[in-house]
């Protein structure tokens, strides 16, 4: 019977890890919760909330640490280049992006300093040649 219970639980482990998806890392945590991708969060950040567009000062310092590991670095310009391009519709999140931007370059590790300075992709296309515009209309 114990034997039974134990592979029962651990199909129940293996379905619930199904449903889930892979566990995320922390630093997709934060992504996640203060730079949000799925139109529910953004949602959220209308008319009530329009207090809650700065990501605070403590988590900007955690992420410009992670940035010195080279597995949540990616993780972290991915992020913000999304944003960047996909929800420009929305002038809180793009504040916030920029503001991460910022912070990230002033205050990253010395070593991909460099990568958010450029504002190229692999197409050589420069991503930085509409962002004045875009910040003038914020």
């Given at each position: 019977m114990d034997r039974l219970r134990a592979a029962f639980d651990e199909v129940v482990e293996i379905v619930k890890m199904a449903f889930n998806g892979e566990p995320k890392s922390p630093v997709e945590d934060l992504l996640d919760q203060y730079l949000p991708l799925d139109e529910e969060?953004?949602?959220s950040f209308s008319a009530k909330n329009r207090?809650?567009?700065?990501?605070?000062?403590?988590?900007?310092?955690?992420?410009a640490?992670?940035?010195?590991?080279?597995?949540?670095?990616p993780y972290i310009q991915m992020?913000?280049?999304?944003?960047l391009i996909d929800h420009?519709?929305?002038?809180?999140?793009?504040?916030?992006?920029?503001?991460?931007l910022q912070y990230l370059i002033i205050n990253a590790g010395d070593y991909n300093k460099y990568?958010?300075?450029?504002?190229?992709?692999?197409?050589?296309?420069?991503?930085?040649?509409?962002m004045q515009h875009l910040i003038a209309v914020i």
């Open positions: 969060n953004i949602v207090q809650a567009v700065a990501i605070p000062t403590f988590i900007m310092n955690d992420l640490s992670r940035t010195n590991n080279v597995v949540d670095c992020r913000i280049w999304e944003i420009q519709h929305n002038p809180n999140m793009m504040k916030k992006a920029l503001n991460l990568e958010y300075e450029q504002y190229e992709f692999s197409q050589q296309l420069d991503i930085g040649a509409g």
